[in-house]
């Protein structure tokens, strides 16, 4: 009998203009394992996630929804992804408050928090997670402004927000920041994509370390290969058609399989954990 768990350990050949699709990926990434049940890890909770729309940030959208939060995604520019996550949230009996805009914009990322608190009234999660990145072959073949564009985006945004942020949360509220295995291990293809995830990493251990007197707790998580639109979008057909197959479990990992560690970070569970690194990559050990 056929594993109906089972994923799929490789995907086929195809790329996308930037930013990528979801609906347009074979196969569709899976976002919520159908069996996974709910039990109000986080009702009543608040979570603002960036880079929501699609890939990893959906999948934790919908996690929570089923986990009774209120959502509110951010998103740069994917309209029809940004749409469908917010029926499946609503699906799910939740809310779900779409805004739109530029994260590399320090008056945007102040405007997100004045949004969610003139709608809610409160945030108790942060969900730091949107990122972009352009491979280059060597440091010289980088472009300087492309650089730039990816530590405002993948790190200053980070502190934009949970600048903001920090002075509406209370104890027990919690910050979740999205890093990459690249932190641990390196990529000499993504060079400045690794060296903000490694500033993230450090971000999220200092930041817990600066917020502990006031009982906010501050995590991250270090995805693998993870099939999500950022790959099709940045890799020619070739490299999409070998990606995840380095890893000891042999394939890409799903939303789907990241999502939960989010859940567990943002809810009671976790109520003695901060400064901590959670590695969802497939089985690659890491100088953790």
């Not at 479990?249 to 990241?258: D, H, N, T, Y």
């Amino acid at each position: 009998m056929a594993d109906k768990n089972k994923k799929p350990s490789e995907v086929p050949p195809q790329t996308q203009p930037t930013p990528g699709i979801e609906s347009d990926m074979t196969p569709k990434p899976e976002i919520i394992r159908k069996n996974y049940k709910g039990s109000e890890k986080l009702a009543g909770k608040i979570a603002v996630i960036t880079g929501g729309d699609s890939g990893i940030g959906r999948s934790v959208a919908v996690h929570y929804a089923r986990e009774g939060a209120d959502v509110v995604i951010v998103y740069n520019k994917a309209d029809e992804d940004a749409e469908e996550t917010q029926q499946l949230v609503e699906k799910e009996g939740r809310e779900c408050l779409l805004i739109k805009g530029d994260l590399k914009d320090r008056k945007f990322c102040e405007k997100i928090i004045e949004d969610v608190m003139d709608e809610y009234g409160r945030i108790n999660i942060l969900v730091n997670n949107a990122a972009e990145q352009s491979p280059a072959e060597d440091l010289q073949e980088m472009d300087m402004d492309v650089m730039e564009d990816t530590f405002r985006t993948n790190i200053f945004s980070f502190f934009y927000l949970t600048k903001e942020a920090l002075k509406h949360m209370n104890a027990g509220d919690c910050i979740i920041n999205s890093t990459s295995v690249t932190s641990f291990r390196g990529s000499p293809q993504l060079i400045d994509y690794s060296s903000t995830k490694g500033a993230i990493t450090s971000f999220t251990r200092s930041l817990a370390l600066n917020v502990a007197e006031k009982n906010i707790r501050v995590n991250g998580v270090a995805p693998g290969p993870i099939w999500t639109p950022l790959i099709p979008s940045t890799f020619d057909e070739e490299k999409v058609k070998s990606f995840g197959k380095n890893v000891p479990l042999g394939r890409p990992g799903q939303p789907s399989e990241v999502a939960p560690a989010y859940v567990f970070l943002a809810c009671e569970d976790a109520s003695y954990i901060t400064g901590q690194i959670i590695h969802p990559n497939g089985g690659e050990v890491v100088n953790a």
